[in-house]
């Protein structure tokens, strides 16, 4: 595997964000903090070429959206059953993407932005799955559940990665943190 020069990268505002935001229970020095960004990036730059390309997996998975979670293709309508659909298969191209080739800096930069754009569209699903109502009318119509629940009405839809995994949890609303719909 060809060697990444630290040199050159540690002046990416992408890994001293990554470094920074490590765990301060490591006192590892930087370069050590930075073995595996540059082991992943030298991934991306030696790997052999793959079946699929960056673009061929950004345009899948805009169709998954599309067709699965409520776009332009279905009316901004989904179900359940389709959300399942679409987080089971961009799981697959989450899976597809973590062995992709990039030939240069700029796919690189490709490589990133799909690997970005898969991680919202799981949070994306998981947080049209966590809302059970139909808040805009002919926007996002959840057909399993298609009226507004006041119950939802003083309360935010957050959601956590952990462990890989998005967790959507409802908040309450802070009293001056208001909005009308």
């Given at each position: 595997m060809a060697e990444v020069d630290y040199s050159t990268l540690k002046k990416g505002g992408f890994m001293i964000r990554r470094i920074q935001s490590a765990p301060e229970e490591n006192d590892s020095d930087p370069e050590t903090l930075a073995?595996?960004?540059l082991d992943e990036y030298s991934g991306f730059l030696t790997r052999k070429r793959t079946l699929y390309s960056i673009e061929e997996l950004e345009e899948a998975m805009q169709k998954i959206m599309d067709e699965y979670a409520g776009g332009i293709s279905r009316d901004y309508q989904y179900n359940g059953r389709q959300l399942d659909i679409a987080r089971e298969k961009i799981s697959e191209l989450t899976e597809l993407e973590?062995?992709?080739y990039a030939a240069d800096n700029r796919q690189l930069l490709s490589a990133y932005e799909l690997k970005e754009r898969l991680l919202v569209c799981?949070?994306?699903?998981a947080h049209l799955r966590g809302r059970?109502?139909?808040r805009w009318r002919s926007f996002n119509e959840n057909q399993d559940f298609p009226d507004r629940n006041p119950a939802?009405?003083?309360k935010f839809l957050n959601s956590r990665l952990k462990n890989g995994e998005i967790r959507v949890f409802w908040r309450e609303k802070e009293p001056g943190n208001e909005y009308s719909d």
């Open positions: 073995r595996p960004i973590e062995g992709i799981q949070a994306v699903i059970k109502e139909t939802y009405d003083n």
